[in-house]
């Protein structure tokens, strides 16, 4: 534990006009100079009236501050390795007039122990960086771009950019990447990526580009000629699984022993994965089957139909004639039916057939309205601008 003492302001008197002022030092909107403040983060088994006894702080309003708190921070949630704050008086008593504990380094929760005892959430202000990060992969692209030093949740924001173009089951040694993005960072420490504003992805030779615009609200992804990379299926109804067995008119079947069609794509994951509807549409069956084992389907219009196969469990709620969205969670992986370890197997048919979805070109969804396709230019330009500024020269 570590306190930080500061001396008395300067007299009104020492101050002259043509003298800097002392600047004020302030911390979650107090001002510093008028406390003894103290620095330290929970421990294990720590509680909160262990910490403010310590400082003078009776029991009784340690039990009012920690009723008065329950609608906005369960002090029972005091996780050990946080950091904590406590403003002191400067006087002998050293009595605690404040505590700060840190939720996550934006948040905080403020305990105000003087008479008017109350608790409030506060936010400590964020600093955008643009950022610029560029390579190929070679081993993974998660771990190619933490080796770059940029954030490699990157990698996940990219998945869900080019989730209809790029089926990153696919991707291979040699692609390459080009980002644009922001990044937030609370007092010099970055919390994470806020957003891709461009970016290029090379795949099998052809760069397939990104634009990040907000339409009247409507806020996506466009290539360089406004169509919206968003299509009308996913690629994929799990993230970061692998394909255990793909599409087949002739494949050996582990658990019958015998060649037989295989019309589907086996997604491996571990069980309690969570599986998402790949478009928009209506539950149409969703039970158990012996050989499917639980399973869901679902019709999305009057051409495209998907089946998601061998759950562990179905996800409540999910039965015939519930309407979902793409991205809605409908079960999780498991291994019921006839299967020898967890994955999803995922039947598409078009229709009335069933058909290798990794072949079909989907139906792409709107792009930017002719209304719209200024502002999107001049969005598109001031991007490319910022993109060459951040790139290094060669």
């Known amino acids: 534990m570590f306190s930080i003492g500061c001396g008395p302001n300067p007299q009104e008197s020492d101050v002259q006009e043509d003298q800097l002022v002392q600047e004020v030092n302030e911390e979650y909107g107090f ?9 330290d983060k929970i421990r294990k088994n720590q509680n909160l009236s262990e910490i403010l006894s310590a400082y003078g702080v009776p029991y009784a309003t340690i039990d009012k501050i920690a009723k008065a708190s329950k609608e906005v921070f369960d002090v029972r949630k005091l996780a050990a390795g946080k950091p904590y704050t406590i403003f002191c008086t400067k006087d002998s008593s050293g009595y605690a007039t404040c505590f700060i504990y840190e939720v996550n380094p934006r948040d905080y929760v403020v305990f ?3 008479d008017s005892l109350h608790v409030y959430m506060g936010q400590k202000p964020i600093e955008k960086r643009t950022q610029y990060v560029k390579g190929k992969v070679n081993s993974s692209l998660y771990v190619d771009l933490q080796k770059r030093g940029a954030d490699p949740v990157l990698a996940i924001e990219l998945s869900e950019i080019y ?4 089926d990153f089951y696919r991707i291979q040694k040699g692609d390459a990447f080009e980002i644009l993005y922001t990044e937030n960072f609370v007092e010099g420490q970055s919390i994470g990526v806020d957003r891709i504003l461009s970016c290029t992805f090379t ?7 990104a634009y990040y615009f907000d339409e009247e609200g409507e806020r996506g992804y466009f290539d360089e000629n ?6 009308a299926f996913l690629k994929a109804p799990v993230k970061f699984s692998r394909i255990s067995s793909g599409y087949s008119m002739k494949r050996f079947h582990p658990v019958q022993k015998r060649f037989k069609a295989h019309l589907g794509t086996d997604y491996a994951a571990p069980t309690g994965t969570p599986i998402v509807a790949v478009g928009d549409g209506v539950i149409s069956e969703a039970r158990y089957k012996p050989n499917n084992g639980n399973y869901v389907k679902m019709r999305h219009n009057s051409v495209y139909e998907t089946q998601y196969l061998h759950m562990s469990k179905i996800k409540a709620g999910i039965k015939p004639g519930t ?4 991205g809605d969670v409908i079960g999780y992986v498991g291994s019921t039916g006839l299967a020898t370890g967890p994955h999803v197997c995922f039947r598409f048919w078009k229709n009335g057939k069933q058909v290798d979805h990794r072949r079909e070109e989907l139906p792409p969804s ?4 002719p209304s719209s396709f200024d502002a999107f230019r001049n969005e598109r330009a001031a991007l490319d601008s910022l993109l060459a500024h951040q790139r290094p020269a060669s």
């Open 366 to 369: 709107e792009p930017i309205a």
């Open 226 to 231: 406004g169509n919206n990379l968003k299509k």
């Open 203 to 209: 795949h099998y030779d052809k760069p397939i580009k």
């Open 31 to 39: 001002v510093t100079d008028s406390f003894l403040v103290v620095k």
């Open 112 to 114: 105000n122990l003087q």
């Open 323 to 326: 309407r979902v969205h793409q």
């Open 163 to 166: 989730a209809w173009t790029i």
